[in-house]
């Protein structure tokens, strides 16, 4: 997540958030914040509750645990003031609501309307406040209620929010008058207060000169369309996990925070297993560690092979024979560069390879098309562009990758000189994307063959596409962000969200899936069963139950999915072994001959036999991702065993030790391929240094 717009020196002294639906989910109370708060609570920052619930609702919540002790409440949306300290009510901000208040009035007004509004419960109402159920009310509705008010010479404040939530105020009664009210009090500026919510009720707080704010991803669409105007951060992730996000990106609280939580793993009896398994493995610990760091000084020199003047080549030149097709190597891909990119930035401090990190995304939007296709790749000895692959078919994926690999570069080096350069074909990139999502469903379709696993019959709704296709909006609108561009970053970071539900809704399938009255093939079978994981992929037609590795340890490492999901997904590839010998194959289980998803092209240079290259092979640049993917679920021991298996996988070349080959046989493990792979060298560079195993 970028933080190039956040003026990080000026200090938050005081945080007001909302607490249902934007600390806590409404129904189940679930929520890390909590834990994590009082994991990482800074000094000198205080904690306020801005919320619609009273304050004897507050205070329980409290008590059980569900909140942490904050410093004050605002209660009531804006009509009570709490402080939590002294355990008693600010009386002095209820002489300010007197103003002009009558409860009384109110009511008869209420009643009087012809709307088919209902009163909620008693504990819902106080003196300052009465709160109504008025479900699915227009824009022209809400402006009809306060024209009655007014021609009644009543001056109240009209709050209407969840699509269903009316509450009529003290005129000088919300979220944001009672924040400044407090502010004022404790002597703290509004650019030194942060602010998150979910609903229109919370809009108030965003009403303020320089006043910073969370926007969490379950927002409704009223206080979406407030604050995208404004200088707000879009979370990614939903309620409690949502305002974590906002807190790492304003600095207030640690990047560990991101992967704090409090649910106990210790029990579970299928980790345990592992964990016994990697303890009585006779090998010792230290000489595990040497090897590891020994391939991390080889894969760098692996890199370094790939360093041409237009790019990272596929794989290393003078090391591999050009015959045939495979010429295409000797190319700067948009796919394997972009990848590579992002597994070498924590090299970026290296000369030699932060300019050619430069050069590769430089050369890839060289040569972007007038209708804003990134090219499948760039022939390094001319300089000559191909759009396409195998069969003429174009690469969806590439264009994704490129996009996702221009944001964390940018991310990384603050070059945003270099991002303006470029966001211009950027955004043509992402329109040339967007176009095939032909049916306006949110995910893209792709043609067969049209990704990284180029002889691998996949087509339509792919999981591994949509994955990255979700991330590249987050990171489109991250970029957006670091120009200032807000309203329009914020449409990207929202849209993403779409993407996101779509993915969860189609490739998780489960028997309590309620469907729709019009549906097709495919989502009526998907309630024959349930599954653990996210499926490879669904057409309007069929679907495929296949485990896509990469697509979903993908789906964990972007936030497309919770770590309660990418556990379930972590138990059933390791019960299966997709890391058996080495880490990991790309697909479970493989297509053999007979199967409905077998193609007669699968046997072309028998690159797609069962447990061969797309089909079943391992992958060790997917072997990164997945080391990655199992340290962010929290398994550290775990993953350094999985980071040594990559590294024997690595040291195992066909001419020499450290060869850093494309992929090896899914049972077998021996090395196939072309040698010097630049993105199996960078993918091992970026797991050592998510590992913290390189002091650099």
């Known amino acids: 997540m970028s933080k190039t717009n956040v003026d990080i020196s000026e200090n938050i002294r005081l945080l007001s958030f909302d607490i249902d639906n934007t600390l806590i989910d409404f129904h189940t109370y679930k929520s ?31 008590k059980r645990d569900i909140i942490p002790e904050p410093d004050y409440i605002i209660s009531g949306v804006g009509t009570h003031i709490y402080n939590y300290n002294d355990q008693k009510v600010v009386k002095e901000f209820n002489n300010v609501l007197d103003d002009g208040w009558d409860l009384i009035t109110v009511e008869s007004i209420i009643n009087r309307m012809s709307h088919p509004i209902s009163e909620q419960p008693t504990k819902f109402q106080h003196a300052y406040k009465r709160s109504y159920f008025f479900h699915n009310a227009s824009p022209d509705h ?15 404040s009209v709050v209407y929010s969840g699509e269903k939530f009316l509450d ?3 005129k000088y009664a919300n979220k944001g008058n009672a924040l400044q009210w407090l502010l004022k009090q404790l002597n703290i500026n509004t650019q030194e207060t942060l602010v998150a919510g979910d609903s229109g009720n919370d809009s108030a707080m965003f009403n303020f000169k320089e006043i910073k704010g969370i ?19 879009h979370s990614e992730k939903e309620c409690g996990d949502g305002v974590i996000e906002g807190l790492v990106y304003y600095s207030i609280l640690p ?31 230290d000489e595990k560690i040497n090897l590891i760091k020994e391939g991390y000084t080889k894969a760098i020199e692996a890199l370094k092979r790939n360093i041409t003047p237009l790019g990272f080549s596929a794989c290393s030149i003078k090391d591999n024979e050009a015959n045939g097709t495979d010429e295409n190597y000797y190319s700067v891909w948009a796919r394997d560069g972009a990848i590579t990119v992002i597994g070498s930035l924590p090299l970026v401090y290296d000369k030699e390879i932060h300019q050619c990190q430069r050069k590769t995304l430089e050369t890839l939007f060289e040569h972007i098309s007038r209708n804003g296709q990134i090219p499948s790749n760039v022939r390094i000895k001319d300089n000559v562009p191909d759009y396409s692959g195998v069969g003429g078919i174009c690469s969806i994926d590439s264009g994704i990758w490129v996009v996702i690999a221009f944001y964390e ?56 596409d949509e994955i990255l296709w979700y991330r590249a909006n987050v990171c489109f609108g991250r970029m957006l962000e670091m120009l200032g561009e807000y309203e329009e970053a914020g449409e990207y970071i929202r849209w993403s969200q779409v993407v ?31 599954t653990s994981y996210l499926i ?65 092209y699968y046997t072309v240079n028998l690159l797609n036999l069962p447990n061969h290259y797309h089909n079943g092979g391992i992958w060790p640049f997917v072997g990164g991702f997945w080391v990655k993917f199992v340290n962010k679920l929290g398994f550290k021991e775990m993953a350094v065993a999985e980071l040594y298996k990559l590294a024997l996988m690595n040291q195992e070349g066909i001419n020499n030790e450290w060869e850093f080959t494309e992929w090896a046989h899914g049972t077998t493990g021996k090395p196939m391929g072309k040698a010097y792979q630049a993105w199996s060298a960078a993918q091992y560079i970026s797991a050592c240094h998510d590992l913290k195993i390189i002091d650099k």
């Open 32 to 62: 890390n914040f909590k834990s994590v708060w009082e994991t990482f609570k800074p000094k000198d920052v205080l904690l306020a509750y801005n919320t619609g619930r009273l304050i004897d609702d507050v205070l329980d919540l409290i």
């Open 142 to 156: 809400i402006m009809g209620i306060e024209e009655d008010f007014n021609n009644a010479n009543m001056d109240v």
């Open 168 to 170: 009529i105020l003290p």
């Open 215 to 233: 926007v969490v991803s379950n927002a409704h669409e009223e206080l979406y369309k407030y604050t995208k105007h404004k200088q707000v951060y």
């Open 255 to 285: 990047e560990e925070a991101l992967n704090a939580t409090d649910i106990n793993e210790s029990e579970d009896f299928f980790v345990k297993q592992e964990l016994d398994h990697i303890a009585l493995d006779n090998q010792n610990e």
């Open 409 to 464: 570069y940018v991310n990384i080096t603050k070059d945003i000189k270099f991002l303006r350069t470029y966001i211009n074909d950027i955004k043509e990139t992402m329109r040339w994307l967007g176009a095939h999502d032909s049916n306006n469903d949110a995910l893209l379709e792709i043609p067969e063959a049209g990704d990284w696993t180029d002889l691998f019959g996949r087509s339509y709704n792919i999981l591994y």
């Open 500 to 530: 996101k539900k779509e993915i969860l809704q189609n490739f998780w399938p489960t028997t309590q899936q309620q469907l729709f009255q019009s549906v097709s093939f495919a989502e009526k079978q998907f309630t024959l069963g349930d």
């Open 536 to 600: 490879a992929q669904t057409t309007p037609f069929d679907f495929s139950w296949r485990c896509d590795v990469l697509g979903n340890v993908l789906a964990f490492l972007h936030g497309a999915i919770d770590a309660e999901k990418a556990r379930q997904t972590f138990r059933f590839m390791l019960g299966v072994g997709v890391n058996d010998p080495f880490p990991v194959a790309n697909v479970y289980p493989v297509v053999s001959p007979g199967d409905p998803d077998w193609r007669p």
